[in-house]
């Protein structure tokens, strides 16, 4: 028994990203990669920029992820230059990480979140402008009132 097929079109990927479509004809048509898929990539969403967080407490850094599955890691920015990793690695589709910021993390008003993935360091994103870090206030003893023994706190 003899077959006879019959081919309508061969697609082929090449290296530089480019897919040739051979169309009926025989003819090779060049088309951009893009056209089929929708890249990966990373937003961070907070902190984007404008706030101002205190050294010691809790704060969530979120993002969205489009075509994007493994880990990403996350790092502090300060005046544009890494100077923390926050954490190497967390799902990336998890969309957010609470941070407890050190009560030695030095204050400033220039810093700013980079998440990357840990799989292509070209799928990245940073906040769009900076955010402030400050120092939590101090508490101090207050002397005793008058004929109370009890050493109070109060903040500055």
Not at 54 to 73: D, E, M, P
């Amino acid at each position: 028994m003899r077959y006879r097929v019959r081919i309508k079109s061969v697609k082929s990927m090449m290296p530089d990203g480019q897919l040739v479509t051979m169309n009926q004809g025989g003819t090779p048509v060049m088309e951009n990669i893009k056209n089929y898929f929708s890249p990966a990539s990373i937003i961070v969403t907070s902190p984007n920029g404008g706030q101002s967080w205190v050294t010691g407490t809790k704060h969530a850094i979120t993002w969205s992820v489009t075509n994007l599955t493994g880990y990403v890691k996350i790092e502090l920015l300060k005046s544009g230059s890494p100077v923390k990793t926050i954490i190497s690695s967390v799902a990336a589709g998890s969309g957010s990480y609470n941070w407890s910021i050190p009560t030695s993390q030095s204050s400033g008003s220039d810093y700013r979140i980079r998440i990357t993935s840990t799989s292509n360091s070209a799928v990245s994103d940073t906040s769009d402008t900076n955010f402030t870090i400050t120092p939590a206030k101090r508490k101090y003893p207050m002397p005793p009132r008058r004929g109370d023994r009890s050493g109070e706190m109060t903040s500055e």
